[in-house]
């Protein structure tokens, strides 16, 4: 059998000597299976039954070694695989994670164990069956949503994106993983807007371009204070232009109803990223909001670049809907309603762009307002 002594040679070896010759017997025999590659049937069930007997009666380094060994086989069968898993010790998630295939059964013993490092190295593979799937989306572990939500192998949809949506809301490094997929709609992570990078914020307000989304509440207060649109923009540049933030702070939670925390975050983000959606929210058109959004950021050499990202960004996401984004920071919608047919993005492909093909390098839109703050900064001086 597999280029070694017949399985009643092993049987009496096995019998007639201890522990020692046992556990050498053990590691030679699972080396021996290991690289025969292929094997046939009959093959498979001999070195069952001889696997069966040699496991139980070697000791523990011995059964480690040689279930490490084992699993770097070409082919187990389900019990063969059981042997492995219960005897590898330390190695088990290596095992799990390298295996080229992996038993259902397996799978859900790891699971039902609890094993939290194990089933999340589990929710890494790429052969999930429905079932393994849902009982991994039970768990409650931070461990296994996050491995589950860099799995892009695990189309996100139904329940499955419900449940990693909400855990985005509440652990950054799912909403980071999320964030980076181009199969998963990116207004979700709307509550999680602040824990993402620079660059995944603006994917956040690219994914509400061209979209329908419902009313949301906070639109009846921004209502009332749209007709004092101008005067807010020209307070908010006047106190940006002076760096008197913590007031800006103070102005956006009145307006915003947002808290002060959240506001200090609005009012010290330098990237404006944030406060592009309070702007927007309120019906600042792009000349009046860049003027603002000029003297609060900081770009330094990309500065025009981001400026013009933002020109496009006013054209193209509605005051409606960031105001709904910002009901999504204000915890007083259901981003899953977006899941709708009727609020689905119109251009499916719209929020996949990358920020660099937003607007061309020199927009007018941009070139008009700086234009407009240098003549400002002239009379200042003159």
Same mark, same amino acid.
């Given at each position: ?56 009666? %070697? ?7 040689? *279930?490490? &060994?084992?699993?770097?086989? +070409?082919? @187990?069968?389900? /019990? ?126 690219? %994914? ?7 009313? *949301?509440? &906070?639109?009846?207060?921004? +209502?009332? @204070?749209?007709? /004092? ?154």
């Amino acid at each position: 059998m597999l280029g070694f002594q017949p399985y009643e040679t092993f049987q009496l070896l096995i019998e007639t000597g201890g522990v020692d010759r046992t556990n050498t017997l053990l590691i030679a025999a699972c080396d021996a299976y290991a690289r025969r590659g292929k094997p046939t049937p009959p093959e498979m069930e001999q070195f069952e039954a001889l696997a069966g007997r040699l496991f139980p009666i %070697a000791g523990p380094q011995a059964r480690a070694k040689g *279930a490490a &060994i084992l699993g770097r086989a +070409e082919m @187990l069968s389900p /019990a063969l695989e059981q042997l492995v898993v219960d005897n590898i010790g330390e190695d088990l998630n290596q095992f799990l994670a390298g295996a080229t295939d992996l038993s259902e059964p397996t799978m859900l013993d790891i699971v039902a164990r609890y094993d939290v490092p194990g089933a999340a190295t589990i929710a890494a593979r790429a052969d999930l069956t429905n079932v393994v799937l849902a009982k991994l989306f039970q768990m409650n572990s931070r461990k296994v949503y996050r491995a589950l939500a860099s799995n892009t192998s695990i189309v996100p949809r139904g329940a499955y994106l419900s449940a990693l949506a909400r855990s985005a809301q509440m652990d950054h490094m799912v909403a980071e993983s999320l964030a980076k997929r181009d199969d998963f709609d990116a207004a979700l992570l709307a509550p999680a807007f602040f824990d993402l990078s620079d660059v995944d914020r603006v994917k956040v307000i690219q %994914a509400f371009a061209h979209r329908e989304t419902p009313k *949301a509440p &906070i639109s009846k207060t921004i +209502e009332q @204070l749209t007709v /004092a649109n101008q005067e807010l923009t020209k307070a908010l540049m006047k106190l940006f232009s002076e760096n008197r933030r913590p007031e800006v702070t103070r102005l956006l939670s009145q307006i915003t109803g947002l808290d002060e925390v959240r506001c200090g975050q609005i009012a010290h983000d330098v990237t404006g990223a944030s406060l592009f959606v309070i702007l927007r929210a309120f019906g600042c058109s792009a000349y009046d909001g860049l003027k603002v959004l000029i003297h609060a950021t900081s770009h330094d050499s990309e500065r025009s670049r981001a400026l013009a990202d933002f020109a496009t960004l006013f054209g193209n996401v509605t005051p409606e809907s960031m105001a709904y984004l910002m009901g999504a920071w204000r915890g007083e919608v259901n981003l899953l309603e977006l899941n709708k047919p009727e609020y689905k993005p119109f251009v499916a492909t719209a929020r996949r762009a990358p920020s660099n093909t937003l607007a061309p390098a020199h927009n007018p839109v941009v070139d008009q307002a700086i234009e407009a703050l240098a003549r400002i900064g002239a009379r200042r001086a003159g």
